[in-house]
């Protein structure tokens, strides 16, 4: 977690131009915690590179220097680790130089203006999405994408799905005429290309020439009570499951499920929404 002061300095320091330090001992430019605590409880809201400036004029310009970098390099590496820690399969792609290098870009573009980590990252993928390297891993954002939607669902509140005998005790008439409420943790990834089977790719001992990075793949993504869980389904299944989010009934999604995939078979699929529990209110019972 990062207080509110830590963010808004954040910001500002890393306005500052990198100044060319002297050749000074490391250990004689580390801030102390007292001097640490200066710094972030300026009042930071009416801080700009003057007053921050001024805030170190008690220093050489050589010392002052040497700390402005000291704690810009301690903020850019705290937010690496928490991308690196979240966007663990980027990580895996394309290693650690090269995401390091990635990571830093994202953090100077767009640094946190939230206190909680936990919600930073959100626009890593689309940043992932125009660079360079995009051009040769077409499915990169898509991957970030997957691993953002798995960090959001583990921090959501939680919900008790429903039982199959639920479903049971209703008319099946009426139940056609039935909202479904999901789970707030479950997202549902539609993508171009195999990310599920990217993810199980490098978390086993598979080659990489079995798998066809460029096959379309579904995934829903669930969590039961705090265990994160992702399913690859079918078109078709992710077709029906994505108008039910959209508040379709179950009459409406399943017909214009059917009205693309001839072959959907919606009792298979909403067998496995309970199994899965993803549902959690049954909506339009009278």
Not at 144 to 164: E, V
């Amino acid at each position: 977690m990062l207080s509110k002061t830590q963010t808004l300095f954040g910001e500002t320091i890393l306005e500052l131009p990198d100044l060319e330090l002297p050749d000074l001992k490391q250990a004689d430019l580390e801030l102390s915690d007292s001097e640490q605590d200066d710094l972030e409880q300026a009042d930071l809201q009416q801080t700009n590179k003057q007053q921050l400036l001024k805030l170190l004029q008690h220093y050489s310009q050589e010392e002052a220097a040497a700390r402005i970098a000291i704690y810009k390099n301690n903020f850019y590496r705290s937010l690496i680790d928490i991308l690196l820690d979240t966007f663990a399969s980027i990580h895996q792609l394309i290693g650690s130089k090269h995401f390091e290098y990635l990571a830093k870009q994202f953090i100077s573009q767009q640094p946190p203006t939230n206190p909680s980590v936990a919600l930073y990252g959100a626009n890593f993928p689309a940043f992932l999405a125009i660079q360079e390297l995009s051009q040769q891993l077409p499915y990169i954002a898509d991957c970030a994408s997957f691993d953002w939607a798995l960090h959001c669902a583990y921090y959501k509140k939680d919900a008790a799905p429903i039982a199959a005998e639920e479903f049971l005790e209703i008319d099946p008439q009426q139940l056609m005429q039935c909202q479904l409420e999901f789970h707030p943790a479950t997202q549902l990834l539609q993508s171009n290309y195999s990310i599920f089977s990217i993810r199980e790719f490098l978390n086993s001992n598979e080659q990489a020439e079995q798998i066809h990075f460029d096959e379309p793949e579904t995934v829903l993504i669930c969590r039961n009570q705090y265990k994160v869980e992702h399913y690859v389904v079918e078109a078709a299944s992710g077709i029906f499951i994505n108008y039910l989010m959209q508040h379709a009934n179950l009459e409406q999604a399943i017909s214009d499920t059917m009205a693309q995939c001839a072959e959907f078979n919606p009792s298979q699929a909403i067998g496995f929404l309970i199994q899965t529990q993803c549902i959690i209110t049954i909506q339009g019972v009278k």
